[in-house]
């Protein structure tokens, strides 16, 4: 049996109230006038479903975003929060943000003379790119060490972008981009986290994410609400946003029970959660994994509180696991469609599929015939040779 393991919340569940509606309608109006957005598709696994005797299993495929050029979700944060950016330094009201408007000769001037510093282990970089790309600004993209050729090269296909693999590990990675953007005048810092006086951009960022909650829930069924959310956590930014999302858009008795999911090399929320005291905590050193996008060794200021105060579940899952749920999702059963799914993209599905196949996972997750599962997948394909490797 593939390694994984759960503990319960030792926090106090479900007293949070959200209400993220106006910033919710704010994104969703902004997307709905960019000329190349469609959302990504929610496939129904019903043949996975009937073979495991739940009700549904739902995967929002993030792997088809934006035509499939970034295989990732990434660039819904990091595009609307550069466009909140560039936006501000033109004088343009957020609340009514248009992309026609970052298109402006004026405004586009603007965009020109900034530089967006990021630090990466793949898709946030790339997704921060191609959004400098479309906007017409710039990016120095820092990847830590161990981060593959493959990625990197993804990030530099793109205009306006400078990367480097730097020999860092992915906390000092991002202090070293911060140090680089604080010393430009014209620079600004675009992370997808947030520590204390940097908190903003996160938000924005986090806050971009919400476009897939508002997309799930015009794509499910009328009140078919998902009775489970098994969610990926790097930093824990894409978490806390669709929590905050789909908190703030449904009733609060149709919440569904949340799993918090990491790799077990490097599992800062469920290292949080074992300690129980209501901090965050961080994992030391350098750990490892191929789930490479979450390999992230401290939870974000803002997405910890949301997460401790809303997740029901934490749970971690090995390299292995994450390769044969991998396997699964391109080796569908029956008429169910083929999902092309990375390494970390896979990662709250992998951890599904595990504990379907545990009696004790099961009646701990109150998974049953009546349960409705949902899961995003976080990414495609983002080094292909990986994902030849593994799957075939």
């Given amino acids: 049996m593939t390694e994984i393991k759960l503990i319960n919340s030792p926090f106090v569940i479900g007293g ?6 106006a910033l919710i309608k704010r ?36 792997s088809q975003r934006f035509n499939n050029r970034l295989k990732s979700f990434k660039a819904t944060g990091g595009l609307y929060a ?17 992309y026609s408007q970052l298109q402006a000769p004026e405004v586009k001037k603007i ?28 990016a120095v ?10 990625r990197a090269q993804h990030i530099a296909a793109f205009n306006n972008t400078k990367v480097e693999i730097t020999s860092k590990n992915y906390d000092d990675t991002v202090k070293f981009a911060t140090e680089l953007a604080n010393q430009d005048p014209d620079g600004i810092l675009i992370q997808d986290m947030a520590w204390p006086d940097y908190t903003e951009i996160p938000q924005e960022i986090s806050g971009g994410y919400s476009i897939i909650v508002n997309e799930i829930l015009n794509q499910l069924p009328e009140d078919e609400y998902p009775t489970h959310l098994f969610l990926q956590a790097g930093v824990g930014q894409l978490s806390s946003g669709i929590i905050e999302a789909l908190f703030s858009s449904i009733p609060k008795e149709k919440q569904p029970l949340v799993t918090i999911v990491e790799p077990d090399t490097v599992a800062c929320y469920y290292l949080s959660a074992k300690k129980g005291d209501g901090k965050s905590h961080t994992v030391p050193g350098s750990p490892q994994t191929i789930m490479a996008g979450l390999n992230c060794q401290t939870p974000s200021l803002i997405s910890f509180p949301v997460i401790r105060d809303t997740a029901n579940y934490y749970g971690t899952l090995s390299d292995e696991a994450a390769r044969q749920g991998m396997r699964v999702l391109a080796r569908p059963r029956g008429h169910d469609p083929k999902i092309v799914s990375g390494e970390s993209g896979v990662a709250a599905f992998a951890f599904v599929n595990a504990s379907l196949q545990n009696h004790d996972l099961r009646e701990k997750l109150k998974l049953s015939s009546s349960s ?18 593994i799957v075939e």
């Fill in 27 to 62: 994104v969703a109006q902004f997307y709905h006038s960019v000329p190349f957005y469609k959302p990504t598709p929610l496939t129904k696994l019903v043949n996975y479903a009937k073979d495991y005797n739940i009700d549904g299993l739902y995967v929002k495929d993030e």
């Fill in 111 to 138: 965009a020109d003379k900034i530089t967006f510093y990021t630090a990466t282990d793949g898709n946030h970089g790339r997704g921060v790119a191609w959004s400098a790309e479309q906007l017409g600004t710039h």
């Fill in 82 to 98: 550069m466009a909140c950016c560039i936006a501000k330094k033109a004088g343009l009201e957020i609340d009514q943000l248009r």
């Fill in 16 to 21: 949070k109230i959200f209400d993220s509606s």
């Fill in 372 to 389: 409705r599962v949902l899961v995003i997948n976080t990414e495609g394909d983002t080094d292909e040779q990986v994902y030849k490797d």
């Fill in 141 to 150: 993209v820092k990847m830590p060490a161990n981060s593959t050729q493959t």
